[in-house]
Antibody, heavy 121, light 110 residues
Framework: EVQLVESGGGLVQPGGSLRLSCAASGFTLRRHWMTWVRQSPGKGLEWVANIKDDGSAKYYVDSVKGRFTISRDDAKNSLYLQMNSLRAEDTAVYYC??????????????WGQGTLVSVSS | QSVLTQPPSVSAAPGQKVTISCSGSSSNIGSHHVSWYQQFPGTAPKLLIY???KRPSGTPDRFSVSKSGTSATLGITGLQTGDEADYYC???????????FGGGTKLTVL
């Protein structure tokens, strides 16, 4: 069974940092692109970043460029999102999602349960 | 403001049909596969349709998608109260070099 389990969320002050982790199991992580998607309270889904299956390419939404870094460690079956210079508008539930094979960037066939990041003083 | 445009809400009676539109541009829907997601309150989104109109196992055939140019439309027939949820379209945008979603549509089954 495919499972994605996020962790690392919490309350942080503006300007602070957090590192989210996503533990993957039930599939071969190195075969898949992986993505972070967030959802602010009461709002819609926002694509945040993704990383190519071999880690050679990474893409970000404009609002997080230069502040967030996506990475992966296939040996540890894990995906990460390092978030620096956090702002109030980064407050959201962050989901880890698996890109569907052959539809990288276009379709996400498994999602974690999400981890809440709250940025407030 | 989302890159893909969806109506905020739609509604219909049980047993009826409803459609949800998703409008984009040549750099996203016009050149990439569209996927649709269903999300119930407090839960993670679930893939409903991919590659424009393919259903993962578990998605009933009451759900279908049509795509034309830079727009896609999700259709749901034989509405059930259990279909009440938020629905999102999504794809890749070649110009932005980023994934994009619609703003989401809340379906109410009256």
């Amino acid at each position: 069974e495919v499972q994605l389990v996020e962790s690392g969320g919490g309350l942080v002050q503006p300007g602070g940092s957090l590192r989210l982790s996503c533990a993957a199991s039930g599939f071969t992580l190195r075969r898949h692109w992986m993505t972070w998607v967030r959802q602010s309270p009461g709002k819609g889904l926002e694509w945040v970043a993704n990383i190519k299956d071999d880690g050679s390419a990474k893409y970000y939404v404009d609002s997080v460029k230069g502040r967030f870094t996506i990475s992966r460690d296939d040996a540890k079956n894990s995906l990460y999102l390092q978030m620096n210079s956090l702002r109030a508008e980064d407050t959201a539930v962050y989901y880890c999602a698996r890109d569907q094979l052959y539809y990288s960037g276009e379709s996400f066939d498994s999602w974690g349960q999400g981890t809440l990041v709250s940025v407030s003083s | 403001q989302s890159v893909l445009t969806q109506p905020p809400s739609v509604s219909a009676a049980p047993g009826q049909k409803v459609t949800i539109s998703c409008s984009g541009s040549s750099s996203n829907i016009g050149s990439h596969h569209v996927s649709w997601y269903q999300q119930f309150p407090g839960t993670a989104p679930k893939l409903l349709i991919y590659d424009n109109n393919k259903r993962p196992s578990g998605t009933p055939d009451r759900f279908s998608v049509s795509k034309s140019g830079t727009s896609a439309t999700l259709g749901i027939t034989g509405l059930q109260t259990g279909d009440e949820a938020d629905y999102y379209c999504g794809t890749w945008d070649s110009s932005l070099r980023a994934g994009v979603f619609g703003g989401g549509t809340k379906l109410t089954v009256l």
